[in-house]
Each structure stands twice: as structure tokens, then as C-alpha cells.
């Protein structure tokens, strides 16, 4: 199996391997983000936050990862009410799998909206993050002072059963955050399931130096691609 160079991430989407039945996830529990009073003081009355989730099997939130936000406030509420929500999981050929959605927030003394994506690609909505609406928001690796230095890496686990059955191009998808830590890997969605799998457990072990951008810690994409080989 070989691996090819760290490089710039094109889009994002759920895992959804050909021919298989798929149904997404479902709301179950959901608990809405509380209005930040602390933001009044600043004359804003409205906030917009972008995040990617983790959930497993079972429905439980396993990680979530902010990747834009208008004013830090409303990062903070979004990711504390997030962690307690809870899913119906999705299904693939009748059982549960983990899976990863996008949302989005609009956050107003009066409510919040929120906008669930779950089946569909990303690129176009991440590509809009990049713009000066946002005070926070994930950078490119062309955008940092130097690509990140792997500090551990682990290779996907291809036994021989399954190179001798199963072999392919898997591309990852995935955020290294301020801390380097490797956050959401994403398959591309024709990839086979089993590799796919495979792949998305090594990368999720991966740690690298903290992504710099003029000296200072930041968000960014990245992607990595495998090719599974005897």
C-alpha cells in the first residue's frame, strides 16, 4: 500500500459506498444554542456558525469541530448545546454506522435556525468560509508559513484477506486544528467501504506540529490519499 504527499483538501461528504441502502441521520434530541448577551455589548444582535460533527454508531456526538464562526461567543454556545445533542443513527444496508454531518447556525435573540447537511458535498460551502465575513474560519495549506510536520503517523491496516479480494484509491478529508490534532477524517464517498474504513481509523490517529499562519496557530484542511495495493 503506498501513500501519496499531504495535500490541499477539495471537498468533504458523507461516506456512501455504491450500491449500498443509506438512510441518514435523524435528529433525535436537540438542545438550541442560548443567545451570548455578552455580544450586545458589541452591537451584534445576529451570528452565523459553521461546525462538522462526529457521530457514532449509537447516536452520540463524538467530536465537534467548529470551523467558522462571526464572533467567538457564538462558536462557544453552538459547540456546548451540539455536545448534547443526540441522533438516530444512519443506516448502511440496515445497521447503524458512524457518520459525519455539517451544520450550520443563525443565531438571533429570537431563535435559531439551523441547516443540517448530511448527503451532499461541501466544497462550495467551505470555499465561502474563506471570505472576511467570519473572525474565525479553516485556512488552506498554501495559505500557511509551512506545511505541518507529521509527528505521528499510522498506516491503514490492509490484511492480507483483504488484498486479496479488495484493492483501490482512498482520498481523506480532513482538519488539523490549533493543537495539531487531526479532526472529521472523511472518505470520498465512491470509495469501498471496508478501505474507506480503514483509511479514516489511521488518519484519526495522525498528530502533527500546530498549523501556523504568521506565527500563530490556525484551522486548516488538508487531505491525504491511499492506495491500497498488495
Given amino acids: 500500500m503506498k501513500t501519496s504527499p499531504l495535500f490541499l483538501a477539495t471537498f468533504l461528504a458523507l461516506l456512501t459506498p455504491a450500491f449500498a441502502e443509506v438512510r441518514g441521520l435523524r435528529i433525535k434530541e436537540r438542545i438550541d444554542p442560548v443567545f451570548p448577551t455578552e455580544v450586545t455589548l458589541e452591537g451584534l444582535t445576529r451570528g452565523t456558525v459553521h461546525c462538522l460533527i462526529d457521530i457514532d454508531a449509537t447516536g452520540k456526538v463524538e467530536d465537534v469541530l467548529i470551523t467558522a464562526y462571526t464572533h467567538r461567543s457564538f462558536g462557544r454556545v453552538v459547540r456546548e448545546a451540539v455536545r448534547q445533542w443526540r441522533f438516530e443513527p444512519a443506516l448502511l444496508d440496515g445497521k447503524p454506522v458512524a457518520a459525519q454531518t455539517a451544520l450550520e447556525f443563525t443565531i438571533e435573540g429570537v431563535g435559531c435556525v439551523v441547516t443540517l447537511d448530511n ?6 460551502r467551505f470555499e465561502a468560509l474563506l471570505g472576511p465575513t467570519y473572525a474565525f474560519h479553516p485556512y488552506t495549506l498554501r495559505d500557511l508559513d509551512a506545511i505541518p510536520v507529521p509527528q505521528k503517523t499510522v498506516m491503514p491496516f490492509y490484511p492480507t484477506e483483504l488484498a486479496a479480494r479488495l ?16 479532526r472529521v477524517p472523511l472518505a470520498q464517498p465512491d470509495a469501498p467501504a471496508e478501505l474507506a474504513a480503514a483509511a479514516m481509523e489511521a488518519v484519526r490517529q495522525w498528530q502533527f506540529a500546530p498549523p501556523l499562519r504568521h506565527g500563530d496557530p490556525v484551522l486548516v484542511r488538508a487531505s491525504q490519499e491511499f492506495h491500497f495495493t498488495p
Fill in 167 to 182: 484493492r483501490g484509491q482512498v482520498r481523506v478529508d480532513f482538519f488539523i486544528d490549533e493543537t495539531g490534532r487531526v
Fill in 119 to 124: 448527503n451532499t458535498y461541501l466544497s462550495q
